[in-house]
Structures are given as structure tokens and as C-alpha cells.
């Protein structure tokens, strides 16, 4: 029953991340964190959770990049800068959380969470008229927030695409077709460092994450077709209000409420 449950939780978080296009680790942080427990099961700790967040994220993004290989979508510059930094900062983070304590690993969770509901309304438009073999960008700047967004992400065993792709989106004003390939790609690099971490502190279940791995493997696609035929804002939106009570109920066990 207990590996049925981290089975479902997996399927559920990943066909919900793959019909509104937002990071899966995001939503199954909370689901593992606190369905377990509510079930009558054994409690995992935020270290494991974010473990097993972090290698199911490794896996997952494994089959969207391969997926975009071909068609010019690929921004090999923007990936070279941005992933290079991400995975340096997503090892710091996943190395670095075994220092920390399983209220600051929350606590990053909750500030990751508040920024991911709140960028889920803002209108985000990339320059799509522009060809994409003239498309330029701030290669420093990209640099600089892959590298931050990488630290958080690393910490909670996320990849940071829900933040992602509205900076490439709005900050640094890429085309859209080519922000969800790219964002793919540097997620994947994002996911080896943090993937690294992890499991060389030890902070990985491994047959938990397994599960979770086929879980999303199998949900995802089915979400992503789901996602083709109902109102995505409204899904959208739902969504950021789930993130955003996870992220309060974080808040406010942190804070003692």
C-alpha cells in the first residue's frame, strides 16, 4: 500500500505538471511530504523528499529534450550559459542541503513555491516574430539568474523550470517555441547537479524515487494530451492556488502558526 501511494502520488503530480506545463517537483514536494504521513505511513523527512524530487526530475526531462532535438529550437548558446551555471548552482544547493535543516530545506521550498504561484499569473510573452537564428540575449545576466535559480532549486531537489521560463520568457525576451525546448534542456543539466548532490549525502530513497520515475514516465504524456483539450488558464490557475496553500502551510509551520 505504501509503494502504491508514492506510485500515485507520482502519477497524479506528473499528469497535472504535464497538462499545464509547470515543473512536477513543485506540486510532489507537498504530495510527499505530507500524503504519507496522512495515510497512516511513515513520514519521509524534506531531505528524502527532495531527494527522490530530485532524481525523478533527472529522468523525466531526459524524454522532453529528446523530443525537441530537431526543428532549430534548441538555443545552444543560451543552453551553454545558462546550463552551465545552473548546474553549478543546483550541485552547490544539492550538495549544500545536507548542512541545512529540515525547516530551511522547507523554508526554500515555501519562498520557491510563492514565486512559482505568482509567476503563473503574470502574462508572459516571448518575442515570437523574431527568427530564431537572430534571437540575441544578455549572456551575463542569463548567467547570473540560472546560477540563483539553480541554488534553490538544487536545495529542494527541483529543477527550477517554473521559474525559468518566465525569465526567458519576459527577462530576457525569447521566443516562446524556443524557451519551452531550451528550458527543457537546461532543466535536464540543472537536474545532473542536483541529481549529484543528493546522492552523494546520501539523501536519496531509491526505491521510492524509482517509483516515481515510471510514474511520471507514463503520466506525463497523458497529461501533456489532456492538457490539449481543457482551458489551461483555468487549470493554471487552480494550480497556483494549490502551490500557494502548500507554500502557506510551509510558512506557517515554520513560523509556528
Known sequence: MFLLTIFLIGFAGSFVSGMVGIGGSIIKYPMLLYIPPLLGFTAFTAHEVSGISAVQVFFATIGGVWAYRKGGYLNKTLIIYMGISILAGSFIGGYGSMLMSEDAVNLVYGGLATIAAIMMFIPSKGQDDIPLDEVTFNKWLAA???FIVGIGAGIVGAAGAFILVPIMLVVLKIPTRMTIATSLAITFISSIGATIGKVTTGQVE??????????????????ANAGKKVNTKILQGILAVLI??????????????
Open 144 to 146: 547570473i539568474l540560472a
Open 206 to 223: 531509491y526505491i521510492p524515487a524509482a517509483i516515481m520515475i515510471v510514474a511520471s514516465l507514463l503520466a506525463s504524456p497523458l497529461g
Open 244 to 257: 500557494l496553500g502548500s507554500a502557506i502551510k510551509i510558512w506557517s509551520e515554520f513560523l509556528g502558526f
